[in-house]
């Protein structure tokens, strides 16, 4: 498991999503990298079944089939510190909350593309559609070979800029947190709950001010 960003890429304008995909795709392979396999990245929300007093407590579950033995169950409230990851067989488990919990379609989210290798990194591009609706594009970048967040800063921005129509100067938000609270996320979880973020954020510019 090596360091991983997980960044939207900017559509350019008069393209749709799909068009800047694509284009996106061309690109890595004129740099030399090599098409690997389709991946799909899912996120369902599950609420409570019944109104009880107090906030409601809501999680969310994301599946990685990249990662196809886990699943990774996220609350709504606290997900840095509360996240688990568990076998993928929990969720046969959920199915038997049903009567507590169900799953609202019109919250789920997913990612779907294909990977690209170069070297020591991998890049999967995919595109993100809420209830089949397109809504971006995502940009997730792995250095494998290195486990150290710290030191892999400069070179993935470096690398991630060379990919990138607008150059950035840092890394995603929930990592920059994680550097200044002195952590090394080097885990699974870690490129999971950049998704989560991401999908959150997607999901509050959906709802109308």
């Known amino acids: 498991m090596g360091i991983t960003w997980v960044l939207v890429y900017p559509t350019p304008e008069g393209k749709t999503h799909n068009q800047a995909l ?4 061309k690109q890595l392979l004129a ?4 098409k690997d396999q389709p ?16 906030p409601p407590k809501i999680f969310h579950v994301i599946l ?3 990662r196809p033995a886990s699943c990774f169950l996220v609350p709504d ?3 840095l510190g509360l ?4 076998e993928r067989s929990f969720m046969g488990f959920l199915g038997k909350l049903s009567k507590a919990y169900s799953a609202k379609k019109s919250t789920n989210v997913e990612v779907k593309g294909t990977s690209y290798l170069f070297h020591d990194f991998t890049v999967r591009p995919g595109v993100l559609t809420i209830m089949g609706s397109v809504r971006g594009i995502v940009l997730e970048t792995e250095l494998r070979s290195c486990p150290v967040l710290i030191t892999a800063v400069e070179l993935m921005k ?3 800029n060379t990919i990138l129509p607008t150059p950035i100067d ?7 947190s994680r550097i200044a609270a002195g952590a090394i996320p080097v885990s699974h979880l870690d490129t999971v709950l950049q998704y989560f973020d991401m999908f959150k954020s997607v999901r509050n510019s959906m709802i109308p001010k």
């Open 64 to 66: 990685d089939s990249d």
């Open 77 to 79: 409230k606290d997900p």
């Open 22 to 25: 694509e284009d996106l795709g």
């Open 158 to 160: 470096e690398f991630v």
């Open 170 to 176: 840092a890394p995603p938000p929930f990592l920059s």
């Open 83 to 86: 996240s688990i990851v568990a």
């Open 39 to 54: 991946y799909t990245v899912e996120c369902e929300t599950y609420f409570p079944v019944f109104n009880l007093p107090g």
């Open 31 to 34: 740099m030399g990298f090599e």
